[in-house]
């Protein structure tokens, strides 16, 4: 009888301790790691083969009379990360915005590169996401294309500390702005869509500024030394979607 037991908890444990491992295994751009495999790392990506997933091409839009998100930022970005997938600059509590009546707290905002989302066919050197988070955790995602040209004041403040290596992290000695990184016109277009990296959930309002913001080169090359590579996962099928601009 003891013994059975034993037999069937070392059973469980060895199953437990298979499961556990394949679910470690690191997702990523390259590799057993990479996009087309991330569904298949473990069952908690099953959202990642769904049929509103982003990042998309946005084009074939439709005319819309979209409301405007009403901003209420203030400085707030008081460390910066670097975990090993993105650049991200964590927010303290305080900003957010307003849309579809509802407020979504600003909590982070971090970066691709090159851009994940391509609009009208056309794809950006970087792309910054501001993601928010309403009371009930939906989430809403404004992203921001950035070409090369003229240095961007926003990121100035956050790359005099981004941090080279993965996990390494620094406290800003002052606030980052995230108000800084967007465009002066924060007309924009609309979809329903995912987070862009595992577990790829569904149900994240997407809010795309229609005007580009500039980069340096050096603030552009500054971000790509510290990822060893594209982190921009691949475009996937629009689907039924509607764009609305
Ligand atoms: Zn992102």
Redesign the pocket.
């Known amino acids: 009888m003891k013994k059975s037991i034993l037999l069937a908890c070392a059973m469980i444990a060895s199953t437990t301790s298979f499961a556990s491992e394949h679910e470690h295994a690191h997702w990523g751009y390259t590799g057993d790691g990479a996009p087309e495999n991330w569904a298949s790392l473990t069952g908690d990506n099953f959202a990642c083969t769904g049929k509103n997933q982003s990042p998309i091409n946005l084009t074939g839009f439709i005319e819309s009379e979209l409301a405007p998100i009403v901003f209420h930022y203030q400085a707030g970005g008081n460390e910066i990360v670097n975990n090993g997938h ?1 650049v991200q600059v964590n927010y303290q509590k305080g900003s957010y915005i307003e849309i579809d009546g509802k407020q979504f707290n600003l909590l982070q905002f ?1 970066f ?1 590169a090159p851009s ?1 989302n391509h609009i009208n066919g056309e794809a950006y050197p970087l792309e910054g ?1 501001l993601v928010h988070a309403d009371k009930d955790g939906n989430l809403a ?1 404004i992203a921001v294309m950035f070409k090369e040209g003229y240095e961007n004041k926003g990121l100035a403040a956050a790359w005099k500390q981004i941090p080279m290596h993965e996990g390494d992290k620094h406290a800003f000695s002052a606030s980052v702005d995230a108000l800084d990184i967007l465009p002066e016109n924060k007309d924009y277009y609309r979809f329903n869509g995912s987070l ?2 595992p577990p790829c959930s569904e149900g994240v309002r997407w809010f795309v500024m229609k005007e580009a913001v500039t980069a340096s080169k050096a603030q552009i090359e500054a971000f790509k030394a510290t990822m060893h590579g594209a982190n921009n996962r691949p475009l996937q099928d629009v689907n039924s979607r509607v764009i609305l601009k």
């Open positions: 993105t971090h691709h994940e996401h995602v862009t990296t």
